[in-house]
């Protein structure tokens, strides 16, 4: 009777879906778009319907010391790179447990279902011991490349004392694991396809059904004498935060979000996060943008957002961060690492997420504001209202129109001058066109950075030269490289004067390593002949690809290449352009550069690792 019962509610629900839309048969290649979901397609009531069925599969005891307790972004998730570069001297007030003991517990509960059954949500729980109750509660959502672990949720509730945490596991069967993942009725291959019907249905879009699962965590959680259902947050890893917008913009139990590493607004945007946009048919795109992109959610989120976002990543672009921002009914604070993509690479800022928790759910110290911004002849200005000291301020300064993953930041520490920070922009380049912002950090490690600032002034005629003519950022050193994301396998060091050296974690593996401090622009293949670049393999010989990348890692990204046998010693080696071949995802485009990026790939790097000189244009 319930499988009969529910069969003719799904029925029900898609045709009111379908009715509420305006979406049947001849209205889809109408000329007007669909407009996002109305909130009636999030109702919960029919998932509600499933009893529970708590199914727990193991208990545990865990101390509550913070102490080597790993970085909760990595734990159970494969896209989030660890950031091992540039430590900075930024001091964080550690806050402490006052009680000694976590339970862990791994279960599954019934999240909704259909006619072929029920779906089995996996979950794990750390909730604080010898203590009592009830605690605000943390629901945690992994990476694409992660799943919910009782490791996941013990990091998140050991960096937030007093917090109770939940993981939630919505990749289940298609991101396959040994570990007890969700098992899902309601996603499967099927609906998949469905996501090219020009449908304007929620119901084709796999999040959908995660995000209305994990909202019966939340109705589950509300039963637990633990919980305190009045203080619910979500925390969000990659493309976990976009759960955790999802999730915010449809459930008011939602009161704070905390991303790491994840934004949406993904409209004219090309990062990786964008594939959508290239489904075919055409149609499509607007569909999915109107209905699947959590920004559409953003003006009906009552929770307090703040964004930790890498300045530079190939998924999550910065201007569609801030559009969503913007959108925002409350203004969201954010944190931008400069140089960094996905977590890799850029200086070391602190992650203020146990402090903006405790802001919002325990009405503890806010976080810093910015008052004022302006850039005047070379020179930054902001003033920054704290209700702490501030011991650290930084500018960020970007020359040039490069696209948002492949803009380079210089990293400029600010004085204090009066009631404002100041940072001088090096003279030699103040007459260029650019972008800013600064990044404010109070005592204990409460860390915000400002809007996003442009200044006036000429655009790059060829590309941007930095100290002694060289086309890289000699300056900045081992600040001006950053590895990819395949398991960081080099670490990245200065070795001496104008040059850097990359040494790998596990010699023989490939190796790639990027500077957005060199620009190309096309005017360069006519004025200069090429690039001379200095490399040295350090007592060994082997090949190395120099690769000049418009866009690195975007839908749209162009390559070429040159191949190149590295010496034992730094020698110089001239590069013309036509020795510049297609590489990998290269598009049809002729060999007519702009380049924003310098990527240096070693298929085997062998353990005496990579120096890299100087490199200049090639003129004779």
């Known amino acids: 009777m319930i499988m009969k019962n529910m069969f003719k509610w799904m029925i029900v629900l898609c045709s009111a879906v379908f009715a509420a839309m305006g979406c049947y048969g001849s209205t889809l290649m109408s000329a007007h778009l669909p407009q996002p979901v109305d909130t009636t397609t999030w109702d919960l009531t029919s998932w509600q319907e499933w009893p529970f069925d708590y199914e727990e599969l193991g208990v545990r005891t865990a101390p509550a010391s913070t102490g080597n307790a790993g970085d909760w972004t990595s734990i159970g998730d494969s896209w989030v790179a660890k950031n091992d570069s540039q430590a900075q001297s930024i001091k964080v007030?550690?806050?402490?447990?006052?009680?000694?003991?976590?339970?862990?517990?791994d279960f599954y509960i019934t999240g909704g279902g259909n006619e072929n059954g029920p779906n089995r949500v996996f979950c794990a729980s750390a909730v604080p011991q010898d203590i009592s109750g009830p605690f605000p509660v943390l629901f945690v959502f992994h990476g694409g490349g992660g799943h919910a672990s009782g490791a996941?949720?013990?990091?998140?509730?050991?960096?937030?004392?007093?917090?109770?945490?939940?993981?939630?596991?919505?990749?289940?069967?298609?991101?396959?694991?040994?570990?007890p993942?969700?098992?899902?009725?309601?996603?499967t291959q099927e609906l998949k396809a469905r996501k090219l019907d020009l449908i304007p249905n929620p119901l084709n879009f796999p999040m959908y059904h995660f995000a209305q699962?994990?909202?019966?965590?939340?109705?589950?959680?509300?039963?637990?004498?633990?919980?305190?259902k009045?203080?619910?947050?979500?925390?969000?890893?990659?493309?976990?935060?976009?759960?955790?917008?999802?999730?915010?913009?449809?459930?008011?139990?939602?009161?704070?979000?905390?991303?790491?590493?994840?934004?949406?607004?993904?409209?004219?945007?090309?990062?990786?996060?964008?594939?959508?946009?290239?489904?075919?048919?055409?149609e499509q795109a607007p569909i999915w943008i109107a209905h699947a992109d959590p920004a559409v959610y953003a003006q009906r989120t009552q929770a307090k957002v703040y964004m930790k976002l890498a300045a530079n990543d190939r998924f999550f672009w910065v201007d569609g961060a801030k559009r969503q921002r913007d959108a925002l009914i409350y203004q969201a604070q954010w944190q931008l690492t400069p140089n960094s993509d996905h977590g890799n690479g850029g200086p070391q800022l602190p992650d203020p997420s146990a402090f903006w928790h405790r802001a919002i759910h325990m009405n503890e110290t806010a976080f810093p504001s910015f008052t004022q911004l302006r850039c005047v002849d070379n020179a930054a200005e902001a003033k920054i209202k704290s209700p702490k000291p501030l011991q650290a301020v930084y500018l960020a300064w970007a020359p040039g129109d490069a696209v948002s993953v492949a803009r380079y930041y210089l990293w400029i520490k600010a004085d204090k001058n009066g009631e404002s920070w100041t940072a001088q922009i090096p003279p030699e380049l103040k007459r260029l066109k650019g972008s800013y912002y600064f990044t404010a950090i109070d005592e204990d490690g409460r860390s915000v950075t400002s809007d996003l600032m442009t200044t006036e002034?000429?655009?790059?005629?060829?590309?941007?030269?930095?100290?002694?003519?060289?086309?890289?950022d000699l300056?900045?050193?081992?600040?001006?490289?950053?590895?990819?994301?395949?398991?960081?396998?080099?670490?990245?060091?200065?070795?001496?004067?104008d040059t850097v050296t990359f040494t790998p974690t596990k010699p023989g593996k490939r190796v790639a390593v990027l500077s957005n401090s060199f620009v190309v622009k096309q005017a360069a293949q006519t004025q200069h002949k090429g690039i001379r670049i200095e490399l040295g393999g350090n007592g060994k010989r082997f090949k190395t690809n120099v690769v000049l990348s418009r866009d690195y890692q975007s839908l749209d990204m162009q390559q070429f290449a040159a191949e190149?046998?590295?010496?034992?010693?730094?020698?110089?080696?001239?590069?013309?352009?036509?020795?510049?071949?297609?590489?990998?995802?290269?598009?049809?485009?002729?060999?007519?550069?702009?380049?924003?990026?310098?990527?240096?790939?070693?298929t085997s790097m062998p353990d005496s690792g990579l120096t890299v000189g100087r490199v200049d244009w090639l003129d004779h």
């Open 93 to 105: 007030r550690n806050i402490t447990a006052d009680f000694d003991n976590f339970k862990v517990t």
């Open 152 to 179: 996941l949720a013990l990091s998140v509730a050991r960096k937030n004392p007093g917090f109770a945490a939940v993981a939630v596991d919505y990749n289940g069967q298609f991101r396959p694991s040994k570990s």
């Open 181 to 187: 993942v969700s098992k899902w009725v309601t996603v």
């Open 213 to 228: 699962a994990s909202r019966r965590v939340l109705d589950w959680t509300d039963e637990q004498p633990w919980a305190d």
């Open 230 to 282: 009045n203080r619910y947050g979500a925390v969000g890893i990659s493309y976990g935060g976009w759960m955790s917008f999802f999730i915010a913009g449809n459930d008011e139990r939602i009161k704070s979000v905390y991303t790491a590493v994840s934004a949406a607004g993904t409209e004219g945007m090309r990062g990786r996060a964008c594939q959508p946009h290239d489904w075919q048919p055409s």
């Open 457 to 472: 002034g000429a655009e790059i005629e060829e590309s941007l030269v930095w100290q002694d003519g060289c086309l890289w």
């Open 475 to 497: 300056a900045s050193g081992a600040a001006a490289w950053r590895g990819d994301l395949a398991g960081d396998r080099a670490k990245i060091e200065n070795a001496a004067k």
């Open 564 to 602: 190149i046998e590295v010496s034992e010693e730094v020698a110089s080696y001239e590069i013309p352009w036509d020795s510049f071949k297609k590489f990998e995802r290269s598009t049809n485009e002729a060999n007519n550069l702009p380049s924003n990026g310098l990527v240096l790939i070693t």
